[in-house]
């Protein structure tokens, strides 16, 4: 057995970059790291009480977190932003106040930007998502897997790998499967690849979706 790495972890400081950017004591750095996790949580639950949405994406590709000593700036970089907006006009003013009473930063500004990605299926968290909605409404593992490469390859990729592991369509083992189509060379330091794991809860019990997609060699 090869020994497994994660793609965006083994490429921070070449082709990817760090998705926090903030200065920290060592006594503090454990706190910060907890204030980042509570602030995503909190903007990916209000998105998923407050937007319905039928295909089951809510089309969150990334959240950056910039932290200076009197601001928090979070920038949201979503596929669909037209859901948080016109779903909810006062939406982010809304969800600025749920995450300061979370956080009790009385001292600091908290700022939120969202960003739109242009090609939504070039990002394999929205890819996962699409995958796991197709998989809630019982549609084959298959089926759903050969129409996000579809989508993928729509978006402009060199290439794509999708893997499924659990009890697939109900079956009593476990299993693992997988598709890829087009290069995704995983061992290129200099190779972009944007990684993603993904976990849906199904009727049948818990399935692990991993998606890798080849952007670019730079």
């Known amino acids: 057995m090869g020994q497994k790495i994660n793609p965006v972890g083994f490429r921070l400081g070449t082709t990817q970059s760090h998705d926090s950017l903030w200065f920290a004591q060592r006594t503090n750095y454990s706190e910060n790291l907890q204030e980042d996790k509570k602030i995503r949580d909190c903007i990916k639950n209000y998105i998923q009480k407050n937007i319905k949405v039928s295909s089951g994406v809510e089309g969150i590709g990334q959240i950056k977190i910039e932290k200076r000593i009197d601001l928090i700036q979070v920038i949201i970089y979503m596929g669909f932003p037209k859901l ?45 998502e699409f995958i796991a909605g197709q998989l809630k409404n019982r549609v084959s593992f298959r089926k759903a897997m050969k129409k996000a490469i579809e989508l993928t390859e729509q978006a402009g990729t060199k290439g794509v790998q999708v893997q499924i592991a659990g009890r697939i369509d109900g079956k009593e083992i476990a299993r693992v499967e997988w598709i890829r189509e087009g290069r995704v060379p995983l061992q290129t330091i200099q190779a972009k690849i944007d990684y993603c794991s993904y976990t849906v809860r199904t009727i049948y019990g818990v399935l692990g979706i991993k998606v890798w997609i080849f952007i670019n060699k730079e």
């Not at 982010?92 to 969202?114: D, H, P, T, Y």
Request: hydrophobic share 35%.
């Open 84 to 128: 948080l907006i016109e779903g909810k006009p006062r939406g982010i003013e809304e969800l600025q106040i749920n995450i300061q009473k979370k956080l009790n930063c009385v001292n600091r500004k908290f700022n939120i930007a969202i960003t739109r990605i242009t090609n939504p299926y070039k990002h394999p968290n929205i890819l996962a």
